[in-house]
């Protein structure tokens, strides 16, 4: 494998600017002329678009600034990447996060792409779920898979703990999901029900569908909402946003509204938000960490938007609490900490109430 220490950026085949690894073990970016000229901001607080060499610290992301990392698979993809180097004779610690982003290719979640690119042989995709989601069980059991290259291909750009591929339908993208070793067996209806449920209250979400199955209930499957019309679409989590880690619970939705009002100036994102925050409480989605949080780049109106809501499923997170707490309260946040919320963020009082309370009452149909 190629070490490289200079990579191109681009986006949708326009250059951005040029990643180059530094002595001190971090990759500085600078952007390209032309984009200067005619882009836009990648990352608003991080690399605001000027002609400059922005180095970043090393912590939290080994050197890297937020946006780049959240092009690298995490979880579930990073230990596809990681077997198949291992397959490849390729020691995966001494492959930098630089050469990481090579691997990544054209899949990625967002926009971004990086060349010159280093890829692997993979053979032709795999229709038949449960005979994939039988292999990523394999995978997971640390057993041998004779389709490892499938799998990197379908899902080693992919973040999140559970097993997942990336692939077409309809010449749609699709994300379709498997149960990880610490899912019930019904993961996947559950997440379908959790998707239905949000919709019902008020909140965006990408396409959503239960996939059949021989073998459990059947598999969840979302559209991808960074591929639009053909094109990729810019993207970039609140952890990227914010140059912190998703694994430190260090976020407040006072904050989250706050930078959401920063960065769109659009009170139906405030609300949508808020919606979500509803829904994240008396639904027990408690996994609501920086990169379950996620803005679009509209190109067209230069626009940034909060996303659809994605990864929404009955979850605990660190210690059961709230990764993001709601006015401070991780363990039991009550109505008042959400009206608070809504209050310092500036939604209307009996607003605030009469969403909080629907969106409760819609949720106990998840529990039944």
């Keep these: 494998m190629n070490n490289y220490r200079y990579l191109k950026v681009f986006y949708n085949d326009k250059l951005i600017g040029t990643l180059a690894k530094t002595p001190d073990r971090i990759v500085a970016f600078e952007y390209d002329a032309d984009w200067l000229n005619n882009g836009f901001s990648i990352s608003p607080f991080s690399l605001p678009l000027q002609k400059k060499?922005?180095?970043p610290k090393y912590e939290p992301f080994d050197g890297l600034f937020g946006i780049f990392n959240?092009?690298?698979?995490?979880g579930w993809g990073r230990l596809l990447v990681d077997r198949l180097l291992l397959k490849n004779k390729i020691n995966p610690s001494e492959i930098d996060n630089l050469n990481?982003?090579?691997?990544v290719q054209e899949s990625g979640m967002g926009a971004l792409t990086y060349k010159p690119e280093h890829k692997f042989e993979v053979p032709k995709e795999e229709s038949d779920y449960d005979k994939l989601a039988q292999e990523c069980s394999k995978i997971l059991e640390s057993q041998n898979s004779d389709n490892l290259d499938e799998l990197f291909k379908l899902g080693g750009s992919s973040g999140g703990a559970r097993p997942k591929i990336l692939t077409k339908i309809n010449g749609e993208d699709w994300i379709i999901k498997f149960p990880s070793s610490l899912d019930p067996k019904n993961i996947g209806e559950q997440e379908y029900k959790y998707s239905l449920c949000a919709k019902d209250c008020g909140i965006k979400m990408s396409e959503t569908k239960l996939f059949d199955s021989n073998i459990c209930s059947g598999y969840f499957g979302i559209k991808r909402f960074d591929r639009q019309s053909g094109k990729k679409v810019?993207?970039?989590?609140?952890?990227?946003?914010l140059e912190t880690s998703h694994r430190l619970p260090n976020l407040d939705y006072n904050i989250l509204m706050k930078l959401t009002l920063e960065l769109t100036k659009n009170y139906q994102d405030i609300e949508q938000l808020y919606r979500l925050m509803c829904f994240n409480?008396?639904?027990?989605n408690r996994d609501d960490h920086?990169?379950?949080?996620?803005f679009l780049y509209d190109e067209n109106i230069k626009e940034w938007h909060l996303s659809p809501a994605y990864d929404l499923t009955y979850s605990s997170s660190f210690n059961g609490e709230h990764a993001t707490t709601i006015n401070g309260e991780g363990?039991?946040?009550?109505l008042e900490n959400i009206l608070a919320v809504a209050k310092n963020i500036g939604i209307k009082e009996k607003l605030a109430r009469d969403i909080a309370l629907d969106i409760k009452d819609k949720c106990l149909s998840l529990f039944d």
């Design 281 to 284: 409480v008396f639904s027990h």
């Design 100 to 103: 990481r982003l090579a691997v």
């Design 290 to 294: 920086s990169k379950n949080f996620s």
């Design 331 to 334: 363990k039991n946040p009550t």
């Design 234 to 241: 810019h993207m970039i989590s609140v952890s990227g946003l």
């Design 53 to 55: 060499v922005y180095l």
């Design 70 to 74: 959240d092009s690298l698979p995490d």
